[in-house]
């Protein structure tokens, strides 16, 4: 070409499926793989059960399901929708108020991508890939980060986040992941209030990614952003993927609260509707089976039942990594991640972990020769080692040395296994350049 057209951002990866491509290079060569790098529920063996499966059969029969649906989303499903908000929240809204997306991947691109190129929202660190390649994406630059701190139980520095929206004036909005990917920090009331306040308080809007919001276990609690949002402008993200999960349904919606409260507010919510016209609307089926399932009576037992599967998963992780030295554990009280983070110091590129294979270890000793990540390095050496994927934690735009889990596995004894085997090869990797040394 007569010159560069595609806009910067060099370097970017999604790691999460990047290393699928490693670990399929194992599997050829004969390596079972345990695949703890994605959150997809299904393909770690949940079962659908009959009784949704019937409400999606029966939405089949009828031929209105396979036209198109109005471009903010299938009227009925936004009517049920905004009367739950109502129901629940202090702050009302209208179905007017609700626009579907093909998946909150769609819905996180688009609210990025018609803000200013010079306007920020500023995001938690770690924080889940999509927002932070969609950040960096539409403006080319780095972007602003609040830390979540590991050592206060993943606890964002609200005082980092206050001092740096009133001294960064291209700060614009506010990112929350509750309960949050990728560390399973569930954000207390409190802190969200707090939020809340300095978004009123410096004239910002609010971006609460709430996929996971109905996931919350180990005695936790948390709230709604309807419920404490009062008079800011605010967009709640949410989805069936995780909840239903139907992940390859591809369908997410926004909730804008206040939306008319500002001028800037909603020419940008406006902004977001016209780029989706463009595509004239979002999947019909999955938006028209959300009233019928979420309705059935069995889906809140459902729910329950999932939940306390990931509150034993998530305990009989942490009660077997929290007391492994050169590492830091949380435990998961929200979601179905578990992030590990490698004290200050303790990695090097020295160490490794043994590999039988010849062409596995020679594969996996290649890509760690090249200059990467000190985490990126263990994982890949875990994966050759073990067939064990995770993801190493500064694919999540943090300097944090680390890697995330899933708390998805369905068989209890091979997800015990397997984190039994994470914390033998934590110790065996930190600790064998001390051998190489000696």
Not at 47 to 69: C, G, H, Q, R, T
Not at 220 to 249: C, N, R, Y
């Amino acid at each position: 070409m007569r010159f560069d057209i595609a806009k910067r951002g060099e370097g970017l990866t999604y790691e999460i499926r990047n290393i699928v491509g490693v670990a399929n290079r194992l599997k050829a060569c004969g390596m079972e793989v345990t695949w703890e790098n994605i959150g997809d529920p299904v393909h770690k063996g949940e079962k659908i059960p009959d009784w949704m499966k019937e409400v999606l059969f029966d939405l089949l029969k009828e031929d209105i399901n396979y036209a198109y649906s109005p471009t903010q989303g299938h009227d009925a499903t936004r009517e049920f929708i905004a009367e739950r908000v109502n129901r629940r929240g202090k702050t009302q809204i209208t179905p007017d108020d609700i626009i579907f997306f093909n998946g909150l991947g769609d819905a996180i691109a688009r609210a990025y991508g018609v803000i200013r190129v010079d306007a920020r929202i500023i995001l938690p660190e770690p924080t889940y890939s999509t927002h932070f390649l969609a950040e960096v994406h539409h403006a080319s630059f780095p972007p602003n980060t609040y830390r979540m701190n590991p050592y206060h139980r993943w606890h964002p520095d609200m005082n980092e986040l206050e001092l740096k929206v009133k001294s960064h004036k291209a700060i614009v909005g506010i990112l929350v992941i509750n309960p949050d990917n990728p560390t399973g920090f569930v954000y207390p009331e409190e802190t969200l209030r707090r939020i809340v306040k300095i978004a009123r308080e410096n004239d910002l809007f609010l971006v609460f990614d709430e996929i996971y919001i109905n996931m919350v276990y180990n005695g936790q609690l948390t709230v709604h952003l309807s419920d404490i949002v009062e008079d800011v402008p605010a967009i709640s993200m949410k989805g069936i993927s995780k909840e239903f999960p139907w992940p390859g349904a591809r369908c997410g919606w926004i909730e804008v609260y206040n939306g008319q409260k500002d001028e800037a507010f909603a020419h940008y919510i406006q902004a977001i509707l016209s780029q989706k016209m463009a595509e004239v609307c979002s999947t019909t089926l999955p938006q028209v089976s959300i009233p019928r399932l979420m309705s059935h009576p069995e889906y809140e037992k459902y729910l329950n039942h999932r939940l306390r599967t990931y509150e034993k998963l998530s305990n009989v992780a942490y009660n077997i990594l929290k007391d492994v030295p050169y590492v830091v554990v949380n435990r998961t009280n929200g979601a179905f991640y578990m992030s590990i983070v490698f004290n200050e110091a303790v990695l090097n590129d020295k160490q490794t972990l043994p590999i039988e294979h010849n062409n596995i270890r020679q594969f996996i000793e290649k890509i760690c020769s090249e200059r990467i990540e000190l985490d990126k390095r263990f994982v890949y050496y875990l994966l050759g080692s073990t067939g064990i994927c995770v993801v190493p934690l500064t694919s999540f735009f943090t300097p944090l040395m680390g890697f995330r889990m899933t708390l998805l596995e369905k068989d209890m004894s091979k997800f015990e296994q397997t984190v039994r085997t994470l914390a033998d090869k934590i110790v065996q990797y930190v600790e064998s350049s001390k051998w190489s040394r000696d």
